[in-house]
């Protein structure tokens, strides 16, 4: 058990110093954020003293090593752009990812359940059709025009929602929240929904061809043998079964809520770390995103390291040993 | 609140109504507005950054600053001034000024300001330029000793803003924030000031929000009925575009050029364009003695000036007013915008487009195939920059000029623009200072010490231009400055120094009720502005 959970902390570090390096290496072509700080105004006298002063004219390899050992410590130094603690800008950034991203899962599968369950126990009727055609769309459209569509019906046209930002937020401790007051709600609606489509989808396929699946197999035809209920077969055994892959896919496609959340804070302005990255990117300040992509990197390694531990708390052939990989 | 006819149709609108009428009982207005970006700090000595420097303008005072009109700087803070000698100018401080936490202005906060934004780790040198130190006469007189006459003194101190000592020193913010502190200071995220509104709240990248400061010295003349201040960033243009539409917010300073025929026939919606104080022009390499990718090898044709006129003349200037630019242009032979001293109409004139002159001069000059050269261009930094640059590699084909065009991102242009990497590049130059010295001197002044040349790109050398720049920045009898400012800027016609393409003019989108003044800087006069 400790070698094993060992070996999968190895792991999880090799790839995030390669990550680490290889966002390191992508910025030395990013830009020069010197000249932004400097103003149009600065001589080259201040630019070399500046650039000397930020370890800019340190060789690559030195400075990676000073930002891995800051990184160790939690440390990502000052962002460029705003002259704050990098590590304080993304605390303050991420509650408003994470909310969105949970309330974005959280319609994904509330919806995207019911409507996969439907689809596969009423197949080929209308309603599933219309199902399975709108989730082909949902997978095709990109997550910028549902944006920007969703705007424009329901905050220009129609008016009933904000078209950015997040509303009031109520501080608790470090933490900010827009969920508990009404204004934050209304705020998160649309940005949820643009964010939520594409897992949706997802799930709702997921759902309906695990169902299908399920509804073939000897318990259930044996649970009809025995004259129970479809409602009793269908929501008691089906869907229970049915539902241990989509609980995986929907952990791991958090990871994937939250760095993709990007281009949906991009376009409803909302404040998470996403949009604190696009920024970054236009500033070429490197602090913020190399403790970006570090932070991501680490949702990813996390959630999949835990998932791993899950698998061996579940699955037995794992805990003999030598079972090989797999 | 005339319009509320208009605003009841949004129950968001009718929810905003009643809170502001609930929370202050009066005719109170509030003023939504919103561009692409925030600002970066609020140390008023700390980033010389424009959209920051407009909003700082709006909680701190200096002691002169633009009239929106006319742009000659006017009284603020200071109630008049005296120039004792060429290097000693007496300023008078407005009396019962005080800062908004009530307490009185002094010479001492004064003084404690300007030596602030001198300081080493200010980015607000380039305003303080000349200036030898700062003296306190008495409570309410302040003298500024500078290290030789300064024909631009009160444009420089338009950007110096003034805060109080007291709060300084209290919050450990003596020192502005450079990218060498290690973490923000108060200042950064806190401010206190003697304009007209005070800071309420400060979320970067969410929003900013300003009320009226009770002790506003200048409450009694400002037309503004403006009480409280909400200004959010909104990155993406669609979804500010769709703010200002559906009535989230009152006011943007940036409509992306496509939304702009939506907006204009919008009835509740009005656009005002103008001029910006910014000139957008290409710099040519005139130093290398062979350009890199160029087929023309051991010599650089556009040392030539033939070559560099033949380039201008063949760039169909109205033409891209009227596609590209759709009519959102002032075409200019001059290097400064008309607000700026120095300007004349005789050097505003443009060398005519003529296919047929560009040809002959480029024959004349022994290009009669014309030659390929290296062209680089920003893609997102000046209006339709990477439009216009497509256009005009499409004109100098004409006459067998083959620029190799490479448009890149702001952050990796300006580097590489700076270590004149490009053989042509564009550039577009605003003047904080209305004065052309500023472009001159960055521009045309060959590569030097203290800014000499500092965005010359093509590195220009003349020695007569060298000889009128260096002239200017002491010369203190106006009429001769005025005409050396002229003479100049004739000069760098008369060489293709440059070639100017236009003056950038910016629309502001906004909402019928409200009423601006459209200044040439791009800021909002905080004491004009009005919500009806």
């Known amino acids: 058990m400790l070698a094993f959970v060992l070996q999968r902390l190895i792991q999880a ?13 992508l910025f030395q072509y990013v830009g020069d954020p010197v000249v932004f700080l400097l103003g149009q105004d600065a001589t080259q006298e201040q630019i070399d003293q500046l650039r000397a002063d930020l370890g800019l004219n340190q060789p690559f390899f030195v400075q990676f090593w000073h930002f891995l050992v800051n990184a160790a410590q939690g440390e990502f130094g000052l962002s460029l752009r705003q002259g704050a603690k990098v590590s304080r800008l993304i605390a303050e950034r991420f509650p408003a990812t994470l909310e969105l991203a949970l309330v974005a899962a959280g319609l994904a599968l509330l919806i995207g359940i019911p409507m996969g369950v439907y689809a596969a126990l009423r197949r080929g009727s209308f309603m599933s059709q219309l199902f399975m055609t709108l989730s082909l769309l949902g997978v095709s459209l990109p997550t910028f025009l549902i944006g920007i569509l969703l705007i424009l019906v329901f905050a220009v046209g129609l008016g009933w929602f904000p078209s950015f ?10 933490w900010t929240s827009s969920l508990l007051t009404l204004k934050g709600w209304h705020h998160i609606v649309l940005p949820a929904i643009t964010l939520a489509i594409f897992q949706l989808t997802l799930i709702m396929r997921l759902v309906r061809a695990e169902m299908l699946e399920v509804l073939r197999t000897d318990y259930i035809k044996f649970a009809r043998a025995r ?14 079964n049915t539902l241990v892959p989509v609980m995986t896919i929907t952990g791991l496609q958090l990871g994937g809520l939250i760095a993709f959340a990007i281009i949906t804070e991009t376009v409803f302005q909302w404040p998470g770390m996403g949009l604190l990255f696009i920024q970054a990117v236009t500033f070429a300040d490197i602090p913020v995103m190399a403790a970006y992509l570090c932070l991501i990197a680490l949702i990813f390694v996390v959630i999949n390291l835990v998932v791993d531990l899950l698998y061996f708390a579940v699955d037995p052939r794992l805990r003999m040993g030598k079972a090989g990989g797999h | 609140m005339k319009t509320t006819s208009t605003l009841l149709r949004t129950p968001v609108a009718l929810a905003a109504i009643g809170l502001m009428v ?83 202005l002094s010479a001492d906060d004064v003084v404690f300001s300007l030596q602030r934004a001198m ?76 304009g007209p509104f005070m800071l309420k709240e400060w979320q970067p990248d969410q929003k900013l929000v300003l009320v009226r400061n009770p002790h506003w010295w200048g409450a009694k003349d400002a037309p503004t009925n403006v009480t409280d201040i909400v200004y959010t960033p909104i990155k993406n243009e669609a979804t500010r575009a769709a703010a200002l539409l559906s009535g989230e917010v009152d006011f943007v300073l940036d409509p992306s050029p496509q939304d702009l025929p939506r907006m204009r026939n919008n009835a509740n919606l009005k656009v005002i364009d103008g001029v910006e104080n910014r000139t957008v022009f290409l710099g040519m390499d005139q130093y290398r003695d062979e350009l890199p990718g160029s087929n023309i090898k051991g010599k650089n044709p556009l040392k030539d000036v033939r070559v560099r006129k033949a380039l201008y003349q063949a760039i169909d200037m109205d033409a891209i007013h009227r596609v590209t630019m759709r009519g959102l242009s002032q075409n200019t032979g001059a290097l400064v915008a008309p607000q700026v001293t120095g300007w004349t109409e005789g050097v505003h004139k443009r060398f005519p487009y003529s296919q047929d002159d560009a040809r002959k001069l480029l024959t004349e000059a022994g290009y009669p195939q014309g030659f390929e050269v290296d062209f680089a261009c920003p893609n997102n930094r000046y209006i339709n920059d990477e439009e216009i640059c497509q256009a005009i590699t499409a004109m100098w ?19 590489m623009i700076q270590r004149y990497e490009a053989s042509i590049g564009m550039l577009g130059w605003g003047v904080p200072t209305f004065d052309a010295l500023y472009s001159l001197q960055s521009l ?69 009720n409200i009423e601006v003044v459209h200044r040439a800087d791009n800021r909002l006069d905080w004491a004009l502005l009005k919500v009806n």
Not at chain 2, 166 to 181: C, F, H, Q, Y
Request: with cysteine; net charge positive; proline share 4%.
């Open chain 1, 227 to 240: 004259g129970l209920s479809n409602r009793a077969i269908h929501f008691g055994h089906a869907l229970k």
């Open chain 2, 444 to 512: 045309t002044r060959t590569v030097g010490a203290g800014g000499d040349g500092n965005y010359n790109i093509g590195r220009y050398s003349n020695p007569r231009m060298d000889y009128l720049v260096d002239r200017v920045k002491t010369e203190t009898d106006l009429l001769v400055r005025n005409r050396m400012l002229t003479e100049a800027l004739q000069l760098q016609n008369d060489t293709v120094a440059h070639i100017p393409l236009h003056n950038q003019v910016i629309p502001w989108a906004m909402k019928k």
């Open chain 2, 397 to 415: 084909a004409k006459v067998g000029v083959k620029a190799k065009l490479r448009t890149l991102p702001l952050v990796t242009y300006f580097p």
């Open chain 2, 119 to 194: 300081a080493k780790t200010s980015n607000f040198q380039v305003y303080t330029q000349g200036f030898k130190s700062v003296n306190k006469v008495d409570a309410r007189t302040v003298d500024i000793m500078l290290t030789g006459p300064n024909p631009v003194l009160l444009n420089q101190l338009t950007e110096l803003r003034i805060m109080s000592k007291a709060w300084a020193e209290k919050n450990k913010s003596v020192e502005p924030k450079d990218g060498r502190t290690k973490d923000e200071t108060f200042a950064h995220r806190n401010a206190m000031g003697s």
């Open chain 1, 165 to 174: 930002g997040r509303g009031n937020v109520v501080q608790i401790g470090w």
């Open chain 2, 22 to 104: 609930c929370a202050s009982g009066t005719l109170a207005a509030t003023f939504k507005w919103s561009s692409a970006s925030d600002i970066p700090t609020l140390d008023i000595h700390s980033q010389n950054n424009a959209l920051g420097n407009g909003i700082h303008a709006s909680i701190y005072d200096s002691l002169v600053y633009y009239n929106s009109k006319t742009f000659k700087a006017e009284p603020r803070l200071a109630s008049g001034w005296k120039e004792m000698s060429p290097t000693q100018v007496r300023f008078t401080l407005r009396s019962g000024v005080k800062f908004s936490d009530g307490s009185e």
């Open chain 1, 13 to 25: 570090l090799v790839v995030m110093v390669t990550v680490a390096f290889i966002a390191f290496l």
